[in-house]
């Protein structure tokens, strides 16, 4: 009987397989863009299926051997019909094409639209070089509201994470921030940093943006100063068709909510003098206390402090397509900060390098960021043969930050860990940090002849960062079940106010030719010259109290303080106020010769002369006033790209690169530790060289769908000169910290990136292994004579072999996508990985600071109504993960006891930051 059961069942199901069919097959436009949510229905019935996030539908239960009639639709697009006759499992793809109305006379042709998946992948699948692409459209659904959050889904980035909790600079494939650089719209602009080239990312707003290009390999064309990639930020293009879009958001931080133990601190950043007193009257001018306002540093706390942010674009095409006009902009209000564990470490053993915890520093840091900008395209086609646009952008940030700090000393028994009682320092830290990059392009492309395409630029663009009024307020204070019972004004140092100041300003001019030769293949010819001027001011006032009595149970405020100010001058001689340049004069040529259909090869010779040096503005007795270097670099490149077939690569590359000095390494200053924040001086070295590096690609590209795509690629570096900070000892025995040159480095990986849609749900993921090694010189003690305990202690410089600075062996992304086109939904889990890695360098050999390995993990999810509304919520840090730093360090029992600390034998902690979680909700428009 049950035989007779199972074989009717296997029957029936094999009637139906063999009788009942199904359809499969894509929507897309004319770029190559899924359809999402597009609609195909037999004519005469209700079978019909709703396009996925990979481009596909499935029609099931069609009759084997009929014909049917299929029609597909979208709103916008014309609708399209097909006849197909059922057999077995049929497939039909459809390509709809917009609704609009021909005009009777076209002049220009529109342009493949840069903000989507399929555009992303169709430029990473036919470019030259190594490329990685993020469209607008990404961008959109994740949960990032800067470029640097998004820069950190790319495979092989990484961030370096500010005080507040703020990823502000991109590390490339395990290569220090100082070896990539930034362009917008294809041009480099300069930095609004004080020390460094490289640019804070978290400044740019992510909508303002059609998307993102990280190269990882340069072609001659392109400038030479690139190890890790150069990330080209693609800003919004006028469309064809008139388009308008608004959104607005809310959110907060959990850090500073009502309950969670800490509030946030803010001050009157308005009543803050802007220039220092010497500037505001005549040269030389000695200035006093009267020359100050203290309310700018009066501190107030906010209760349940509120984000906002508010974007908008506008953008359309006039007089037949030939003029296009693009205007977003974007405001953000943040509120960030963190909640830290620190502690300064010193000797427990100094002859056996083993460390001790000196100082606990409790550290709450609360940051309102205001930030944004606005940027304008005007393009103009005069006819199919030339054109000409205008590029304008402003992008600003400003901080106000406020960082309380409790200093415990923790030698002699002074700190009981368990009462968090013992002498404590107070600190007060309030500072005002604007930044603002402004950049104006003029832009023209010509076809000359059928044979000659000539596009040119110009260029000025300029970057400012202020600090001014920075406050640092110091009180000892006697502290008792972690209340400050007893408070007194610090009167040996500690109490300054300074102003720094620079700007980067660029005139740079580029000029490329381009010249088809038909079968003997392409040429292309062109450089650029760039006049880049620096100046940097920095002036700091030290005070002295007055006040000498003691406050019980209570706090003094810096108003209260009668202050005298023991330097009139402010520093002005101060090496850190000089002038510098650099002058760029690059030319290249790049040949592209296609061998056979399938083979392609790019390469040529870029060649850069550089001008670089300073000028001090008050040198002291001994100082170099100014210095000068030149010199030229040849930068080779050669790109291979084998076409498997018409959806894989196989590509191969290698090219030469420059890294020049920052300008602020090569001034001969010298910063204390109080000043630096670290515990060594700093000096600079005028004698700084250039880095040369070589840099090898391989990567196997499938792009198996519309958005589907599979990368597996490996790289290596050979690093010449690279810089990085040392150990030096002067004539006169003095310990300090300087950049130098340090004979060679490697780094190689391997990276895997893959994207793949099943209809409903997606997954996009990337991995980045990452190896690198140089040697530096570091401190370590031992004795004069090692076989007289009793001769004196003496510090030597060794040599330490270590990974890149912000080099983690591990890092990765996995994002889990859910698109319901039924119900207008969207949603994405995105989880970052970092793995451990240097953080920040120490002087003592085997001491550095490293980050422990981190899983971050953020969430958005989107609501789409009809008439182009849409609801939204993003969730940032939603594990509430901590960066933690340590030393390769044994706890001691003792050790284990304070605050942030592990178990016995565990890794010294040297620093903890909570930043806690950020949420936005909030309405976009489209129209």
């Known amino acids: 009987m049950y035989k007779t059961l199972l074989l009717s069942i296997v029957l029936f199901f094999s009637y139906i397989l063999v009788s009942a069919q199904s359809i499969k097959g894509t929507i897309i436009d004319e770029n190559g863009e899924a359809l999402i949510g597009a609609s195909v229905v037999i004519e005469g019935t209700t079978n019909g299926a709703i396009v996925g996030l990979n481009g596909s539908y499935g029609i099931k239960g069609v009759e084997n051997g009929a014909t049917v009639t299929l029609k597909a639709s979208f709103i916008g697009f014309l609708t399209q019909t097909k006849e197909v006759s059922i057999n077995k499992e049929t497939i039909v793809h459809f390509t709809l094409l917009p609704n609009h109305k021909e005009l009777d006379e076209v002049v220009v042709m529109a342009a493949r639209e840069l903000d989507t998946d399929a555009s992303a992948r169709a430029t990473e699948q036919h470019a030259a070089m190594v490329l990685n692409v993020v469209s607008a459209n990404t ?9 640097a959050d998004v820069m950190q889904r790319i495979s092989g980035v990484s961030l370096e994470q500010s005080n507040a909790g703020v990823g502000s600079y991109a590390i490339v494939r395990g290569m220090p921030k100082r070896y990539s650089y930034t362009l917008v719209n294809g041009v480099k602009i300069p930095s609004p940093d004080n020390k460094n080239r490289f640019v804070p990312l978290d400044m740019f707003p992510s909508e303002l943006l059609d998307r993102i290009e990280v190269t990882k390999a340069l072609t001659p064309s392109m400038e030479g100063d690139a190890v890790g990639g150069a990330m080209n930020l693609i800003m919004k293009n006028a469309n064809d068709d008139f ?86 902009g974007n405001l953000q209000k943040l509120h960030r900060g963190s909640d830290t564990h620190f502690y300064n470490i010193g000797f427990a053993d100094i002859v056996n390098n083993v460390m001790s915890l000196n100082t606990y520093q409790h550290r709450q840091y609360s940051s309102e960021m ?50 968090n009682s013992g002498t404590a320092s107070l600190i007060t830290r309030i500072r005002t940090t604007e930044q603002q990059i402004y950049n104006s392009t003029l832009q023209g492309k010509h076809d000359l002849l059928p044979f000659w395409n000539l596009d040119w630029s110009a260029v000025y663009s300029i970057a400012s960062r202020k600090r001014p009024d920075q406050m640092v307020f110091t009180r000892n204070a006697s502290y008792v079940n972690g209340v400050p019972k007893q408070v007194r004004v610090e009167d040996f140092g500690g109490q300054y106010r300074q102003w720094e100041e620079n700007d980067d300003r660029d005139y740079t001019a580029y000029l490329n030719n381009t010249f088809d030769l038909q079968r003997f293949g392409a040429l292309k010819l062109g450089g650029l010259y760039r006049d880049k001027a620096r100046t940097n001011s920095y002036i700091r006032y030290n005070f002295k109290p007055q006040n000498d009595e003691t406050k019980v149970d209570e706090d003094w405020r810096y108003d209260e303080v009668t202050w005298t100010l023991t330097n009139p001058k402010g520093g002005q001689t101060n090496p850190l106020n000089y002038d510098a340049h650099e002058k760029i004069l690059a030319y290249y040529g790049e040949y592209k010769l296609t061998p056979s259909k399938r083979t392609e090869l790019v390469g040529g010779v870029r060649v850069e002369h550089t001008d670089q040096g300073y000028e001090l503005r008050n040198p002291r007795y001994g100082e170099e006033p100014s210095a000068n270097q030149t010199y030229v670099d040849y930068l080779p490149s050669l790109h291979f790209r084998y076409m498997i077939n018409e959806k894989s690569n196989l590509r191969a590359s290698y090219f030469r690169s420059v890294i020049r ?82 004979g060679s480095a490697i780094n190689y990986g391997l990276e895997v990136d893959a994207t793949k849609y099943f209809r409903n749900f997606g997954v996009k993921a990337n991995y980045t292994y990452t190896h690198s090694s140089i040697t530096t010189s570091k401190i370590m003690y031992q004795r004069e004579d090692p076989e007289d305990s009793s001769s004196d202690i003496v510090p030597l410089q060794v040599d330490q072999t270590r990974p890149l600075q912000g080099q983690a062996k591990h890092i990765g992304n996995v994002s889990l996508l859910y698109k319901d086109q039924k119900n207008g939904f969207d949603i994405q889990l995105a989880n970052v990985f970092t793995g451990k890695r240097i953080e920040q360098l120490m002087v003592y050999y085997e001491k550095d600071y490293w980050q422990k390995a981190m899983w971050q993990m953020d969430f958005s999810v989107e609501k789409h109504f009809d008439m182009g509304l849409t609801i939204f919520v993003k969730a940032r840090n939603i594990l509430d993960t901590h960066r933690i730093l340590f030393i390769e360090e044994a706890s001691t029992e003792n050790q284990s006891k304070y605050p942030a600390q592990g178990n016995v034998g565990d890794n010294l902690v040297v620093r903890d930051d909570r930043y806690g979680r950020n949420f936005q909700i909030g309405l976009k428009y489209k129209l």
């Open 243 to 328: 388009s308008f879009k608004i959104n607005a958001s809310t959110g907060m931080s959990t850090l500073f909510m009502e309950g969670s133990g800490q509030d946030f601190l803010t001050y009157d950043q308005s009543q803050t003098n802007r220039v220092a007193p010497h500037h505001r009257a005549v040269p030389g001018y000695e200035a006093s206390f009267r020359d100050f306002t203290t309310d700018n540093l009066v501190i107030s706390k906010k209760t349940n402090p509120i984000d906002f942010n508010i974007g908008t674009s506008i953008s359309n095409r006039f007089f037949d397509g030939k003029l296009g006009v693009v205007v977003a």
């Open 370 to 419: 205001t930030r944004g900008g606005v940027h304008n395209k005007i393009d103009y086609f005069f006819n199919p043969k030339n054109s000409i646009s205008l590029y304008n952008a402003l992008i600003f940030e400003r901080e106000d930050q406020v960082r309380e700090t409790e200093r415990f000393r923790l030698w002699d028994g002074e700190y009981n860990p368990e009462t």
């Open 661 to 742: 000095p920052g300008f602020f390494e090569i001034i001969p200053y010298e910063i204390g530790a109080e000043i630096s924040d670290s515990e060594f001086t700093e000096r600079g070295n005028p004698d700084l060289e250039r880095t040369i590096t070589d840099n090898f690609d391989l990567r196997y590209e499938v792009f198996a769908g519309v958005r589907d795509n599979l990368f597996i690629g490996a790289f290596y570096k050979n690093i010449m000169d690279p810089i990085e900070n040392g150990i030096m000892v002067d004539d006169r025995g003095n310990t300090f910290v300087q950049p130098g040159n340090y």
């Open 139 to 147: 961008i959109e659904l994740s949960p990032d509201l800067n470029v």
